[in-house]
């Protein structure tokens, strides 16, 4: 059985967010709302140094599948909403969750407010009991009536919500999620399960994102961790594991430096 | 947010009621947990289709695909048949997404009821037929035609499709107007200028940068914008490895921050950096020998002060190199450059030998933002002549030029312009270019270029004449032009104004009719050319999804639709032309229609790269019309290395020039034509030089708006990597996203402050900061950034719409959200090449707390 898992090399990537954006066309996410960001790709930038020694770092992220899941330990219902697939992923089922926040609370990757709790992002979003999703699609405003569209009258003539919607099916969750519930990245098993990357890792410009079964020494992914030191996030404020420390498990890794380190000519 | 009880209970409710109805799948609260081992994962992708066409959010002009799920356009990919993009895009191709299902777009013709116009002024625009809305366009085209007046109706091109021939050039031509007026010079023309002056290619450069050793990224982010973005995106994380990359840009953008080399010029000096580095490039003897030639003696008589006699050196492929030494080089040391540069001495020794030992494969990259300053001409020439120098013009791992695109070009209209039309379309334009003050040399011929932002100038002067008419499409130029607030009177004095669009712009609260348009790349057709990766390609625009609204395409259906309205009226003239010339190549059929004739003269352009002979020959090879909307793209052969070496630039003496006889030629007829000299042609156009210096490319010091005692911190202007043109602020993603420009936060505007500066100013991060030019006053929150010179001020363009949608606006119509640079950075135009002016540190500003 493989356990899947991500690779980024940072001095290939550029911090373009094409990756983030890609996501949110596969995926249908909403816009950000109520300190939720509802990225399930998002990204840490980080400036150090004085002028002109500036260090500038980007740094995309999104959830960790950890092995040790702390958000799957947290979830109260049986069976889990938040549960491990035998691949490795960290899949979230959104029939079980009764959006109790759990998940949220105990993901070190996550935050009930990203603005309230100064982080960069949080892995699991959740949407709010009393909105419906997408309220962009569903506002009747036109701004000027009887000559422009608006969101409500856009979706119903696309047909969906969001208008862009790509429609997919997974045994464990929609490709629109409900009010009511929490969500996240989920490596995209939808499509890993017929054989594609995960949406970030096929629409990464830069080719800076590997995905793979880390248990197979053959893989691009375990290639790319023998060739590397490898570093792995701690928390969604942009602190690394210190070496030797396990945190949850994460099993998205970071190679190399966003500025380049070899040697000038 | 903690949870609460009383929604705990409501989902507990509505959890029983599912499980009632549908028995155990929904037990949420079962006691015993459902093995997972014995669940069944499944998943997929609902069905869809991948359809071809071409993405216009920067001039890359991507081939693209889109997936096409219900009829609704759902993702967006690069090509997988491009050799540009390599089959990726960047951001701004999924953010299109949100453009063509945009909840503001227009969705019927409008006309306005409100005749007062003005910035806040409601149009009060209702909406009307189409059939309304050309009869009045056309009966106002004949009533200027029968008054003599056809010269008084202007056309504005803003962003286009190669089809732009049939609304931009036939139209205009054909009714009788010599203003046709395009969008390019408000952000290009200076670059090209160096490129012209001294190579004689007046476009943009190709870069072999995946077999570069030397990478000088001078004044632009390609990772950004300039041509390449998704292929430079892709190999840049290699080139790193292989090459030295050095960045030239105050700012630290995102090519600085991952480059070897940061070189934090002071605005405007890139001259300076780039004559000094053309100093040590001699004094080292570092040229390129195969290319540049050498010393009869092969002994380096370049030393720093002293002159060299012409007769010593032998040039093979360039001309002029002793003169540029004696004139401007010899003086231009690394320590003279250094305080003028705000770059270190040794930085300077350091890149140019790296650059040296490199040579010839080094790829100077000249943006934007060393060429857009009021003396950016000459700036643009020297850093493109560092290419000569070392060689690197046409040569493997150097800049290049662009292989033959097997396309059509416009038929001659010639045949189709009455009395009227051939005596009217010759008139002086309304940019007033090939006036003393402006040369527009545009590819060495005076008053050829289009002075863009200068039109406004035109308008509001009456000189040549007023304007009584105009058609714009997809443009904005009262937000998308420096001294944006000029145009905002211009655009109340033309007392008719038809604005073709998807959105209700700033420009469009001016119009009096408007016409709603297709999204490119989703609902319309046309075709680009562009270049990249060595390989030129033609790439095809078609419709993936039904139009959302009842729109048209601006470029081919709209004009139609027009030359059936001025036939009715008794000029056919433009009706015979787009029927007799526009045919399609397959059937010889004649378009009876505005959709036909959309489809048949797209196909009449691209035919040589699918239904000819020629598209195979120069590239792919296609069979015929149905392979070719497949595919979408049709690729050149690879660009051939030295292709204009032996004597074959573009130039007058066919030579590269670092004398430029090219632009000799073209500001003495400048002179002549106006009866005076180039020395007084020149300071009118605000440089410095006199004599044999207005020939080499040479250090002119910056010219700036505002002095420095009253307005202290020298401005810089950026574009937000998510931009579409200016079109991709009513899209939520804009902002959610925009802390993807490096120093920049998510749904704000930010002006960016050293923390130094900021200090001295008692600012802390996150205060409210009032901004002061001599064009206008904003107040703004400072974020306090090290990526930034002290002593300048960066600011991301992009947003402060005051119209557009409700999320690009505050208040629609009326308060803008974020601030527009336009509106602080003040009018001014490089003359030489009739570039407006961005850059440079133009803009003098005054910070004060709010």
Known sequence: MPKYGMVIDLQKCVGCGACALACKTENNTQDRAKGQTFNWADFIYKAEGKFPNVKFTAMPVLCNHCT??????????????????????????????????????????????????????????????????????????????????????????????????????????????????????????????????????????????????????????????????????????????KPGEKGTQPNVYYIRGFKVTAKKA | ???????????????????????????????????????????????????????????????????VQNGRAVKVRGNRYSMQNLGYVCPRGHLSLQQVYDPDRIKVPMKRTNPQKGRGVDPKFVPITWDEALNTIADKMMELRKAGESH????????????????????????????????????????????????????????DYNKTKYLVIWGCDPTNSNRQVPLFIKSFGEVLDKATVAVVDPRMQ?????????????????????????????????????????????????????????????EKETSGL????????????????????????????????????????????????????????????????????????????????????????????????????????????????GYKHLPALHQGKPGDGVVTNNTATGILESDPYDIKMAIGYMNNFTFSCTGAQRWEKAMEKIPFFVHITTNVAEITQYADIVLPAAITKYEKWGFVKQKQNRHAHVSLIQPVIKPMWDVKIDET??????????????????????????????????????????????????????????????????????????????????????????GKFGTVTKKFEFYSETLKKALKAHAEKHKTNVDDILETCKYTAKGELAFVPHYEPPFRHGDVKDYPFTFIDYKSRLNREGRSQNAPWYYEFHKVDFGDLSHEDVIHINPADAHKLGIKDGDMVKVTSVSGSFIIKAHLWEGIRPGTVAKCYGQGHWAYGKTASKEFGKTPRGVNNNEIMPFDIERLSGANVRNGGFTGVKIEKA
């Not at chain 2, 991952?258 to 002071?266: D, G, M, S, T, Y």
């Not at chain 2, 010899?330 to 003028?340: F, Q, S």
């Not at chain 2, 002979?613 to 052969?637: F, H, P, Q």
Request: hydrophobic letters at 35%; a positive charge; charged letters at 25%.
């Open chain 2, 557 to 646: 259906e709209i004009p139609f639709l027009i030359a059936e309205k001025l036939k009715e009226r008794g000029f056919s003239n433009l009706y015979d032309y787009y029927t007799h010339e526009l045919k399609d190549p397959e059937t010889g059929l004649a378009p009876r229609n505005a959709k036909e004739f959309a489809l048949y003269s797209v196909k009449y352009y691209t035919y040589p790269a699918w239904g000819k002979e020629d598209g195979a020959k120069l590239g792919d090879k296609i069979n015929g019309w149905e392979d070719y909307r497949n595919r979408g793209v049709w690729n050149s052969k690879p660009y051939e290395y030295k292709k204009r070496w032996g």
């Open chain 2, 1 to 67: 947010m903690e949870i609460k009880r009383r929604d705990f209970l409501k989902v507990s409710v509505a959890a029983g009621a599912a499980m009632a109805l549908t028995g155990p799948s929904l037990n949420a609260f079962a006691a015993v947990p459902k093995p997972l081992a014995g669940e069944k994962v499944s998943g997929s992708t609902d069905p869809g289709k991948w359809i071809a066409s071409t993405c216009q959010g920067c001039t890359t002009w991507c081939p693209v695909e889109i997936f």
């Open chain 1, 68 to 241: 040790d899941a702390a958000c799957v330990k947290a979830c109260p219902v049986t069976p889990k909403a938040m549960h491990k697939h035998e691949n490795g992923m960290t899949i979230h089922n959104m029939e079980r969750c009764i959006g109790c926040r759990q998940c949220q609370r105990a993901c070190p990757y996550s935050s009930e407010d990203v603005d309230k709790s100064k982080a960069a992002y949080s892995v699991i979003s959740f949407n709010d009991f009393s909105d419906e999703v997408h309220p962009f699609y569903r506002d009747k405003k036109e701004v000027v009536a009887g000559c422009t569209a608006s969101g409500a009258e856009i979706a119903q003539k696309a047909g969906d919500i969001p208008p862009h919607r790509t429609l997919y099916k997974h045994s464990d969750y929609a490709s629109v999620r409900v009010a009511g519930k929490v969500e996240k990245c989920m490596f995209c098993e939808h499509r890993v399960l017929n054989g594609e990357q995960p949406y970030c890792v096929a629409s990464c410009p830069a080719g800076a994102r590997i995905f793979g079964d880390l248990n197979d020494p053959n893989s691009e992914v375990s290639k790319a961790l023998k060739a590397h030191k490898a570093v792995q996030l701690a928390n969604n404020k942009g602190e690394l594991l």
């Open chain 2, 322 to 433: 002793v003169k540029w030494w004696n004139i401007e080089l010899k003086d231009r040391t690394p320590e003279w450059a250094a305080p003028i540069t705000g770059i270190p001495k040794e930085q300077i020794i350091r890149v140019a030998k790296g650059m040296g030992k490199a040579a010839p494969n080094v790829i100077v990259w000249l943006g934007p933002g060393a060429a857009m300053q009021v003396r950016g001409g000459y700036s643009a020439m020297a850093i493109h002549a560092l290419n000569g120098l070392l060689g690197a013009v046409d040569h493997e791992g150097g800049t290049l030029g662009g292989a033959k695109q097997a396309a059509e070009h416009m038929p001659k209209v010639d045949k189709y312009q009455d009395d009227i039309a051939k005596k009217h379309s010759k008139m002086q334009k309304i940019d007033q270019r």
């Open chain 2, 254 to 314: 995102t090519t600085a921050s991952k480059a070897h080399e940061w070189l934090p010029i002071i605005p405007g000096q890139d001259g300076a950096l780039a004559t000094a580095i053309a100093h040590v490039i001699l004094t080292e003897g570092l040229w390129n020998k195969e290319f540049v030639g050498d010393f009869k003696d092969g002994k380096n008589q370049f030393k720093a002060g002293k002159t060299v006699d012409e007769a010593a050196f032998v």
């Open chain 2, 152 to 207: 008084k109706y202007l056309l504005m091109r803003g962003r286009y499709t190669y089809m732009r021939d049939m609304i931009y050039d036939a139209m205009t031509k054909i009714y009788g107007s010599p203003n046709n007026i395009s969008h390019s010079a408000i952000c290009a023309e200076a670059e090209n200028f160096g490129a012209f002056y001294t190579e004689g290619m007046w476009g943009y450069r190709d870069y």
